[in-house]
């Protein structure tokens, strides 16, 4: 298939009318930042429902890992679909529940034995990683960080920091949670490099935050993007999350890494902690791990684990359809997918790297494997934010057949399927090129 094929104005008019529907009857809480009305997809390419064919470079917010509807996770979908569709494995048990937790005991970025409980989304993932850590330990507190995205019920929705339009209006939430700086290495507040750094943003968190705020031993956890998703594709050094690693150590607290967004493959290994070779107490896994079935896991060293029956359970969590999905995920992720996300995720950001010669909007590219941000700034001496042109270069990219989303306030994320392709690279790299264009003239 020719991809992009635009054929009419956007949206077409059938996408107009659906648009209109929806706007009747569906919650206007959703940031829809352009008309997209999907009939079809296959691989990293999308069919709208007027015959407009796009590049995806967005996969459901990083959630197509395998590309749209790949034939193996089809086929596992509807192998189960046709023996059962639901039991609860809260109450019963069944085999392709214990397959998908041995698979991920198999690839979880921690030494010994794991355990994994089920949800359906990662902010159930996350719900279940803060409830066990208090659980474990103890502990009343936790510690997460300025920009992070954990999720939107309560509990996650207690750390998350990355836009205050997401809190406003929900408040009180829950108490005992304390915000850190995270490792913005593009806007250093210290003006350190990351190659000489010692990841002194922490000072914050270790010498203010756990001595006049809460004292260490009363923190349950800290929790952590690896990458931070929502806060732009910020990427935290190794030697920030090895000092977290040591100070989380010396105190007794968990370490909880939230891999929803950069776990799967997307980084080019398994886990993104992997690249720090940190190993977590509790990850929090869920969007790419089924391809698109809804499907949210907390995953925690056995010795942790040891909540009784009754103590925690989702009706839905671990549905079999959404496990089959997954085991036919990890499958492929195992055997071709993670290391296409390092090779074409490297061309990716050298070509995403160049045109910043010819494009003055762009700050900074930055990412790793098939998770990369590009920052647009309008002035780089001054890094002034270009938010409105941020968005205006993702509707245009969209207007010539892209589809990319934005991420904090003025970055540009890539976070395709990882199945694409070198070439697929070349043609997003050519549309994006094209768009930053228009933007440019345009301003
Ligand atoms: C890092 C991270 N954690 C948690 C979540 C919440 O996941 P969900 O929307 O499935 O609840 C997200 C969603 O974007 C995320 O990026």
Redo the contacts with the bound molecule.
């Keep these: 298939m020719t991809v992009p094929l635009i054929r009419t104005s956007l949206p077409g008019p059938k996408a107009k009318a659906i648009i209109e529907r929806d706007g009747a009857v569906v919650s206007p809480s959703y940031t829809r930042g352009y008309p997209l009305v999907i009939e079809r997809g296959s691989g990293a390419t999308v069919e709208d429902v007027d015959g407009n064919v796009f590049l995806d470079c967005a996969a459901g917010?990083?959630v197509n890992s395998t590309g749209h509807s790949h034939p193996d996770v089809v086929r596992a979908i509807t192998g189960q679909a046709q023996r059962f569709l639901h039991m609860s494995g809260t109450d019963f048990y069944y085999d392709v529940q214990v397959r998908i937790a041995e698979a991920l005991a198999s690839i979880a970025p921690m030494r010994g034995g794991v355990k994994s409980f089920f949800g359906n989304?990662?902010?159930?993932?996350?719900e279940a990683c803060l409830k066990l850590a208090r659980y474990a330990t103890g502990r009343p507190n936790f510690i997460a960080f300025l920009g992070?995205?954990?999720?939107?019920?309560m509990g996650?929705l207690s750390l998350t920091a990355s836009k205050a339009i997401q809190r406003r209006g929900f408040g009180a939430l829950l108490a005992g949670v304390f915000h850190a700086p995270y490792a913005d290495c593009y806007r250093c507040p210290l003006s350190l490099k990351p190659e000489s750094c010692a990841a002194e943003c922490l000072d914050v968190l270790e010498h203010q935050i756990l001595v006049q705020l809460v004292s260490p031993d009363d923190v349950a956890a800290i929790v952590v993007?690896p990458i931070?998703?929502?806060g732009g594709y910020l990427v935290a050094p190794g030697q920030f999350l090895r000092r977290l690693r040591d100070l989380t150590t010396k105190h007794g607290i968990l370490l909880v890494v939230?891999?929803?967004?950069?776990g799967m493959g997307r980084s080019g290994r398994m886990f993104a902690i992997e690249h720090a070779a940190v190993e977590p107490d509790v990850v929090?896994i869920?969007?790419g791990i089924a391809s698109g079935l809804?499907l949210?896991v907390a995953v925690a060293r056995s010795d942790l684990m040891k909540w009784p029956p009754g103590a925690h359970a989702s009706t839905f969590g671990g549905n079999p359809v959404a496990c089959a999905a997954a085991l036919a995920t990890i499958k492929l992720l195992k055997n071709q997918l993670v290391a296409n996300a390092a090779t074409v995720g490297g061309r990716l950001m050298d070509g995403l790297k160049a045109l910043a010669a010819k494009h003055p909007l762009i700050g900074d590219v930055r990412g790793r494997g098939l998770m990369i941000g590009v920052e647009l700034v309008r002035d780089r001496q001054t890094k002034e934010r270009a938010t409105s042109e941020r968005d205006a270069v993702v509707k245009a990219a969209f207007s010539k057949g892209l589809l990319v989303l934005g991420a904090g306030k003025n970055a540009i994320r890539f976070s395709p399927p990882l199945v694409l392709s070198a070439g697929q690279a070349d043609t997003a790299i050519r549309l994006f090129d094209e768009a930053l264009t228009d933007v440019e003239i345009r301003s």
């Design positions: 917010i990083a989304s990662g902010t159930e993932a996350i992070g995205f954990h999720g939107r019920t996650a993007e931070q998703g929502e939230d891999e929803v967004q950069s929090a869920a969007k809804p949210g």
